[in-house]
């Protein structure tokens, strides 16, 4: 009865995360949590464990602005503790697998059945819609880190059992259909994270010899990159196609994170303003704290940035923004330079596995696994909140994994 309490908990909490409910996946991993919760942890998951409410510590310094209120300030809290309710949930739950491949092997499951109803979703839609990118995405779905994570695993995990079926043609299809509908998200994080997630685990990002060479090659396919940025003008006269929407999204990558302009002309126009809106509330974040001196804190849980003028957000008009989208700005506004030493602090922890001397080859899976958990959380940080946003898949991973590696066979 454990198991199977213990397999509906896991899938749950993917589930609560797929949604991305803040509330959903909390309430959620709350319960799975206190149903299988006891003292023992691990030292790995410690560490990480007391450097998040370390962070939440430091939130709770600031003073409640007037914008947000109590109502902010627990909120902010709730936002902090999610993703450790998430991790503390999985770790406990999947102490009490017997089988160590069914962990990975529910997420993988979980994954092509989201690729099923995407693709059928689609083959549906495009019976009635003829879209752009943009409505694309809007009527079929802009992401989905369960397959992300899912295809990784297949990549990378050479015992799942799922791979061991007798009925190899439909493994094969299943695995065709993920990839498909990866893709049809056109997402570039995504694409982004899940390289890095696959290199990171076959040891390509480390600091070696073959580390060196891989930087050398994503050195290049970047200067590459900018060349392509410098090179493509969309043809903003003519409808965008999928294609060549998705390529204008691709040039629209550095603007949309950290782009040093200056936003008085763009603020004239806010059409202009849209694909540099990343960069533009970064910005607000910097000035605001540069102005408050509130470097090395931060303006605290329940604090807000003032985006200037009143925007429709989730359907309601809004100037006081409670989040950002990129994940350094946002652990900056909240908690300020102490709160990102710890944040980037969880980040080495998980990257010193890389250097672990492992007991045996799963044990080196896992320790591969949680590197590449690491990269996943640096880049996501990069463009959304990082571990702190709904539909992260980290915690979850990181979770899992320490119960694997620290669990008997």
């Not at 003292?39 to 600031?62: D, E, H, K, Y």
């Not at 550095?254 to 990343?278: A, G, H, Q, V």
């Amino acid at each position: 009865m454990n198991q199977l309490t213990a397999k509906i908990g896991l899938v749950a909490i993917i589930i609560a995360l797929w949604a991305e409910s803040v509330e959903l996946s909390f309430v959620v991993a709350f319960a799975v949590l206190l149903l299988h919760f006891n003292a023992r942890i691990s030292r790995g998951l410690s560490q990480i464990v007391l450097l998040i409410l370390a962070m939440m510590a430091v939130g709770t310094l600031g003073i409640m602005t007037r914008q947000a209120g109590l109502y902010g300030f627990v909120k902010d809290v709730v936002y902090f503790l999610r993703p450790l309710t998430v991790m503390l949930a999985t770790y406990y739950a999947v102490q009490r697998l017997k089988s160590k491949a069914d962990f990975y092997n529910l997420i993988v499951l979980v994954g092509f059945g989201f690729a099923l109803f995407h693709l059928l979703d689609i083959g549906i839609g495009l019976l009635r819609y003829r879209p752009n990118l943009q409505k694309f995405r809007e009527l079929f779905g802009k992401l989905n880190h369960v397959e992300m994570v899912a295809l990784f695993l297949i990549a990378c995990i050479r015992d799942l059992p799922v791979q061991k079926t007798r009925y190899t043609l439909f493994y094969k299809l299943a695995v065709a259909a993920l990839i498909g509908s990866f893709l049809l998200y056109f997402s570039r994080t995504m694409i982004v994270v899940l390289v890095l997630m696959i290199l990171a685990y076959y040891g390509y990002l480390k600091l070696n010899a073959r580390g060196a060479v891989m930087g050398l090659i994503l050195l290049a396919f970047g200067a590459g990159f900018a060349f392509f940025l410098s090179q493509y003008e969309p043809d903003e006269t003519q409808p965008q196609t999928v294609l060549t929407g998705f390529l204008a999204k691709i040039k629209n990558s550095y603007t949309e994170t950290f782009e040093p302009i200056k936003f008085d002309t763009y603020l004239k126009d806010r059409r202009s303003l849209w694909p540099r809106w990343r960069a533009y509330e970064a910005n607000l974040v910097l000035t605001e704290v540069d102005r408050e001196r509130k470097w090395l804190q931060g303006k605290g849980f329940g604090s807000t940035v003032d985006a200037g003028f009143e925007l429709r957000l989730n359907g309601e008009m809004i100037q006081h923004l409670p989040t950002v989208h990129n994940g350094v700005a946002y652990v900056y506004m909240k908690t300020g330079i102490l709160g990102l030493l710890l944040y980037f602090t969880i980040f080495l922890v998980l990257y010193s596995y890389n250097y672990r001397t492992p007991e045996d080859q799963s044990q080196k899976s896992y320790h591969g696994v949680l590197v590449a958990a690491g990269f996943y959380m640096l880049a996501a940080t990069m463009v959304v909140t990082g571990i702190f946003k709904p539909y992260m898949m980290v915690g979850f991973l990181i979770g899992g994994s320490f119960a694997l590696k620290n669990k008997e066979a």
